[in-house]
């Protein structure tokens, strides 16, 4: 088990920003030599699951701590393109929860998906995926469309971009930080969202919120303008190849909540969803979704709750025959700064070391 864990470690640094020259080089060099095409019937599984957050065009400030999870309207059309060129299946969740279960078939899948309910989803992805015909699924977090989640990610880069000191209050004390120069902000930003992830919401929501208002960063109006309302998600839930999943009602890391606050999270989610949409609400996807943000105990709520299937944001692979756990599916985020070659590499498996094991073996604890 420890093996697998450190083998998932290793293939979320292959696919960080903080590797992207060498990784580009290795995944440019396994297209050309044609060793990932060639290794893909063994290592390629039943397919892939993409995780998206913004489409946006392409901006030009010098300080973009969240680059790395947005995709240009231009990338995400080549890469509808590209996927269709490739001989995938472009499917939905259900399909997704079908193709796990049974034999693997001759033509692989993938399966787009986004989070955060994001207002560019509607202004900027909508228009492409629709054009394209393709099927997506978005996970929402209720609290945002209702105007009361609290995106505090963009308050934060908000804040670091148009300041030069900042002092906040950690574990007591007071910090201060000269931001002068870029590489300053983003180290800033690195430490202090790892700080704030690390916080239960009694304490994130009082620390953000102490933040906004030293630095003058309305936290509600930049929560509200970043999110799509009702309106916008009754007309994604009309089109029957968009398929409405939950994201609990807050956005919580749900390992930092004690258990009963964690499957309320999660219950309410879903509820509230349900009454919204006026149909059943059948996927999930745990929030931020990666190792750290929830626990084997999160399987067991989504489970209990009744959704059909769970995502994180592990990258892997899908494997067929009930080799993935359907409420611990595995997603590939993908930043559209690298080529779609690579695209191509990550899809054929070979970066995900592949070992007999149980469904479960590679789940957090």
Not at 36 to 57: D, N, S, Y
Not at 254 to 269: H, I, Q, V, Y
Request: aromatic share 10%; glycine share 4%.
């Amino acid at each position: 088990m420890q093996q697998r864990r450190d083998e998932n470690h290793r293939i979320e640094d292959v696919l960080s920003s903080d590797n992207r020259f060498l990784t580009n080089l290795r995944l440019e060099l396994a297209y050309f030599s044609g060793y990932a095409l060639m290794k893909q019937r063994w290592t390629g599984g039943a397919g892939a699951i993409l995780r998206f957050e913004r489409v946006r065009p392409r901006r030009a400030a010098g300080f973009q701590p969240l680059k790395s999870r947005e995709i240009t309207p231009k990338f995400l059309d080549r890469m509808i393109r590209a996927l269709k060129r490739w001989k995938f299946d472009i499917v939905s969740t259900d399909e997704v929860c079908q193709r796990a279960v049974r034999l693997a078939s001759p033509r692989r899948f993938v399966c787009l998906t986004f989070d955060g309910a994001y207002k560019d989803l509607m202004t900027s992805a909508y228009p492409v995926l629709s054009r394209h015909g393709v099927p997506f699924t978005v996970y929402v977090p209720t609290a945002f469309p209702d105007g009361v989640g609290e995106a505090w990610w963009l308050a934060l880069e908000d804040l670091i971009a148009r300041e030069n000191r900042v002092s906040l209050m950690i574990d007591r004390k007071e910090r201060h930080f000269n931001i002068r120069s870029t590489s300053e902000k983003y180290q800033l930003y690195g430490f202090l969202e790892s700080w704030m992830r690390s916080l239960a919401p009694s304490d994130l929501s009082p620390a953000i919120r102490d933040l906004c208002t030293r630095y003058s960063v309305d936290l509600a109006a930049l929560s509200r303008q970043a999110s799509m309302d009702w309106e916008d998600l009754a007309r994604l839930a009309a089109d029957p190849l968009v398929t409405i999943g939950s994201a609990t009602v807050n956005y919580p890391v749900l390992s930092n909540l004690k258990d009963p606050a964690a499957l309320r999270e999660m219950t309410m989610g879903k509820v509230v969803a349900e009454t919204a949409f006026h149909r059943d609400i059948r996927h999930f996807a745990y929030p931020f979704g990666d190792r750290a943000s929830w626990r084997r105990q999160h399987v067991a709520m989504a489970v209990e709750v009744g959704f059909a299937s769970a995502a994180s944001a592990i990258p892997d692979i899908v494997e067929p025959a009930g080799r993935t756990h359907l409420h611990a599916l595995p997603r590939i985020a993908w930043d559209g700064q690298r080529s779609l070659r690579a695209m191509r590499v990550i899809l054929s498996g070979i970066a995900f070391p592949r070992v007999k094991r149980a469904p479960e073996k590679w789940m957090p604890r």
